[in-house]
């Protein structure tokens, strides 16, 4: 019987193993496919040996550049809103380090580090300012440190439900604990080597095929999440510059669940940024605010209207400037 049952074990061992093999052969060559079968618009550009992917469209000044937020689309993330920009000035989306066409980075993935990289992949791509930044969630946090590094490119902004220094503050001065998705990001990226998270995707589109590497490149981003708050919160005075901040009025059920949060709290949730939001359009002297109140946090996907008129009256701002 000993016999037997190691026998059994011994099988079982193998098949894991050729399990796990044939998994990373398959993720291995899925990789290698990635840009042939999922071509994304836009061109990667060289930089410290190696390419950042962004995707700029239409002509004129400014040039808005969008930031999105903790998601595996990176450029694609403003899909809704980057053409209608487009029509009207020079429009560029990118993907940061590791996302979506984007070769990952070996340094820390905080908010200095993404705004050099932003930064540097403006200048070689022969993207020039004024710039006005449209970020979302936690590309607020990267769009208010490169305005604070970078302020003599920075033009106009216009913030999306975006995070800012002290966000996770006020929620927890109002009891509000909102649990981040690190350790489900540490196991999905860790398990990324082995196709699984390939079979596991319920599409088959560019964001779904380079999940599995922009996953680890999310790891990174919320792992350096506190020292991205310390940076973003140096900046709290954008002067004149016209800024736009949109804040949205719903919190869906699904987020509630996950983060534990009973319907009172997530009212309370919603009202504590709603106070920040309008603390973040008071540091300019010509910031204004929107509640979009059939909107839950990405504004971008459900009301890309909102977004494109707020970028638009910035760019308008921007223009008036402008010596004739």
Same mark, same amino acid.
């Given at each position: 019987?000993k016999?037997?049952?190691g026998?059994?074990?011994?099988g079982?061992?193998?098949?894991?193993?050729l399990?796990?093999?044939?998994?990373?052969t398959?993720?291995v060559?899925a990789?290698?496919q990635l840009?042939?079968?999922?071509?994304?618009?836009?061109?990667?550009?060289?930089l410290?040996?190696?390419a950042l992917h962004?995707?700029?469209r239409?002509?004129?000044?400014?040039?808005?550049?969008?930031e999105?937020g903790?998601?595996?689309?990176?450029?694609?993330?403003w899909?809704?809103?980057h053409?209608?920009?487009a029509?009207?000035?020079?429009a560029?989306?990118?993907?940061?380090?590791?996302?979506l066409?984007?070769?990952?980075?070996?340094d820390?993935?905080?908010?200095k580090?993404?705004?050099?990289d932003l930064?540097t992949l +403006?200048? $070689?791509?022969g993207e020039?300012?004024?710039l006005? !930044?449209v970020?979302?969630? *936690?590309?607020? @946090?990267? &769009?208010?440190?490169?305005?604070a590094?970078?302020?003599?490119?920075?033009v106009?902004?216009?913030?999306v439900?975006?995070l800012?220094?002290d966000s996770?503050?006020r929620?927890?001065a109002?009891?509000?604990?909102v649990? +981040?998705? $690190?350790?489900?990001?540490?196991?999905?990226?860790a !398990?990324?080597?082995?196709? *699984?998270m390939r @079979?596991l &995707?319920?599409?088959?589109?560019?964001?779904?095929?380079?999940?599995?590497?922009s996953?680890?490149a999310?790891?990174r981003e919320?792992?350096a999440?506190?020292?991205?708050?310390?940076?973003?919160g140096?900046?709290r005075? +954008?002067?004149n510059?016209?800024?736009?901040?949109?804040?949205?009025?719903?919190?869906?059920a699904?987020?509630?669940?996950?983060a534990?949060l009973?319907?009172?709290q997530?009212?309370?949730?919603?009202?504590v940024?709603?106070?920040?939001?309008?603390?973040?359009a008071?540091w300019?002297?010509?910031g204004?605010i929107e509640?979009?109140?059939?909107a839950a946090?990405?504004?971008?996907?459900?009301?890309p209207?909102r977004?494109i008129d707020a970028?638009l009256w910035?760019?308008?701002?921007?223009?008036?400037?402008?010596p004739?």
């Amino acid at each position: 019987m000993k016999r037997w049952l190691g026998r059994i074990g011994l099988g079982l061992l193998a098949l894991v193993a050729l399990t796990l093999t044939c998994g990373a052969t398959y993720e291995v060559l899925a990789r290698r496919q990635l840009a042939s079968r999922f071509p994304v618009p836009g061109s990667r550009v060289s930089l410290d040996g190696r390419a950042l992917h962004i995707d700029c469209r239409g002509a004129g000044s400014p040039t808005v550049v969008f930031e999105s937020g903790l998601s595996t689309a990176g450029a694609l993330d403003w899909s809704l809103v980057h053409d209608a920009i487009a029509r009207s000035t020079r429009a560029c989306s990118y993907s940061r380090a590791g996302i979506l066409a984007s070769d990952p980075a070996l340094d820390e993935r905080d908010a200095k580090a993404v705004s050099e990289d932003l930064h540097t992949l +403006l200048g $070689l791509a022969g993207e020039r300012p004024p710039l006005v !930044l449209v970020a979302h969630s *936690l590309g607020g @946090l990267y &769009a208010l440190t490169y305005t604070a590094r970078f302020g003599e490119q920075v033009v106009g902004l216009v913030l999306v439900d975006a995070l800012q220094g002290d966000s996770m503050q006020r929620m927890a001065a109002a009891g509000i604990d909102v649990p +981040l998705p $690190l350790r489900a990001l540490q196991l999905a990226s860790a !398990l990324g080597w082995t196709g *699984l998270m390939r @079979l596991l &995707a319920e599409s088959d589109d560019a964001e779904a095929a380079y999940a599995p590497t922009s996953l680890s490149a999310m790891r990174r981003e919320l792992e350096a999440f506190e020292p991205s708050l310390a940076q973003a919160g140096a900046l709290r005075q +954008l002067g004149n510059r016209p800024l736009y901040v949109l804040a949205s009025g719903k919190v869906e059920a699904e987020f509630l669940a996950e983060a534990q949060l009973t319907a009172e709290q997530g009212q309370r949730f919603l009202a504590v940024k709603l106070a920040s939001s309008q603390d973040v359009a008071s540091w300019s002297t010509r910031g204004r605010i929107e509640l979009v109140a059939d909107a839950a946090h990405a504004i971008h996907w459900e009301r890309p209207e909102r977004v494109i008129d707020a970028t638009l009256w910035v760019i308008d701002a921007v223009r008036a400037d402008a010596p004739r």
